[in-house]
């Protein structure tokens, strides 16, 4: 800053643009085989997800809802195969729409971020991109260059009989990845110093078998919030996560409804089952904030969890774990700033009832944990 203010100045560091607008969150990618993608696409068809392309020389599909966009990639070979390799199905890849992409990638090398490429085929685009957390790749789109045709450049469009109804399902809201605790503060710096972005106080998500240390980066508009959760050993559901997927990585995707009920409606039209939550948790938060009888039964029906703070109201309805610990969560927000972090230590509750026996005695008697 100080050297794009005052050019005469001497300063031994490299020429660098001024950290990038983010917009939104354009896509996220998972990486999978073939049955386990037919597993995530019927997953997504009942949260309210159609195919909607198809890319036009890969094994790779579009699905999306809103301003929503999915990718589901089966590709043999690559980077997104030797991701598979490694640490299974995933969200490898995340794709971030900013005012200048080039720019972005500029900024980030002069930083020392590790630049990612890969061969360019036919009707695809160069996407600039870096590493980021757990070796995955951040993508940068924008609306300045061909990167905004991308979605009709290189897929064809599909109809996909499959879907179901939609679900209200609007934007990403917010994107969560998980870590653990002692990466935190070198991820943390990646993400302000590259992206117009701040950092919000650091927080502590209970979990029954330990504390998760969770912070979020943010912008301004909202249009990208990443919450970041350090996990300091295995017992936790964050740490049986990152053990189970050999590293860090995207751990769940909310996706934002401006109508929590219409949606949950909709979703269980659809075939989708929600995480199952306590009914005591209803009774707690029915006391704690005062709620009408009423509204407290409509949430419980539904499995929708509530926060409040000075700014207005949180809603928020989970999916069960998939794979290895990966979950959807849908949201609405009435004003609220926060994340639900009051709610967190329900939701892992719920959450810790969905695993298999085996899979619980195996967090419990971890012989690599000390603390």
Not at 86 to 95: E, I
Not at 154 to 170: C, I
Not at 236 to 262: C, M, V, W, Y
């Amino acid at each position: 800053q100080v050297k794009r203010s005052e050019p005469d100045i001497v300063m031994t560091i490299p020429p660098m643009p001024a950290p990038i607008e983010v917009t939104g969150v354009e896509f996220v990618e998972f990486a999978a085989n073939e049955e386990e993608a037919r597993e995530l696409a019927s997953l997504l068809h009942t949260l309210g997800f159609r195919q909607t392309g198809k890319h036009k020389t890969k094994q790779v599909a579009r699905y999306s809802q809103g301003g929503i966009n999915l990718v589901i990639n089966t590709e043999r070979e690559g980077f997104a195969h030797s991701s598979y390799a490694v640490h299974g199905t995933s969200a490898y890849a995340l794709g971030l729409k900013v005012a200048d992409a080039h720019a972005t990638v500029a900024r980030a090398r002069a930083l020392g971020a590790e630049p990612f490429e890969q061969a360019v085929g036919p009707s695809e685009l160069g996407m600039p991109a870096i590493r980021g957390v757990g070796g995955g790749v951040l993508y940068f789109v924008d609306d300045k260059s061909e990167l905004k045709n991308i979605w009709s450049i290189e897929f064809d469009p599909v109809a996909d009989e499959a879907a179901g109804e939609d679900a209200g399902l609007l934007q990403f809201d917010h994107v969560a990845q998980t870590m653990n605790f002692d990466e935190m503060l070198t991820w943390l710096l990646f993400y302000t110093s590259i992206l117009k972005t701040r950092k919000t106080p650091m927080v502590d998500i209970i979990d029954p078998a330990g504390i998760v240390r969770s912070q979020v980066v943010e912008n301004d508009t909202g249009a990208l919030r990443i919450t970041m959760n350090g996990a300091e050993n295995r017992r936790t559901l964050a740490g049986h996560f990152l053990a189970e997927k050999f590293g860090s990585s995207i751990q769940h995707l909310a996706f934002r409804t401006d109508n929590i009920f219409a949606t949950a409606e909709a979703l269980q039209a659809n075939g989708f089952v929600p995480l199952q939550i306590s009914p005591n948790y209803y009774d707690d938060i029915e006391a704690r904030f005062g709620l009408d009888p009423d509204f407290s039964d409509s949430l419980k029906d539904a499995n929708i969890l509530y926060d409040r703070d000075d700014n207005g109201e949180y809603f928020q309805l989970y999916s069960p774990n998939y794979g290895e610990g990966f979950f959807f969560e849908i949201v609405e927000r009435k004003g609220y700033k926060g994340y639900g972090a009051p709610n967190a230590i329900f939701r892992i509750a719920a959450q810790r009832k969905h695993l298999l026996p085996a899979e619980r005695q195996a967090m419990w008697n971890d012989p690599h944990d000390t603390t």
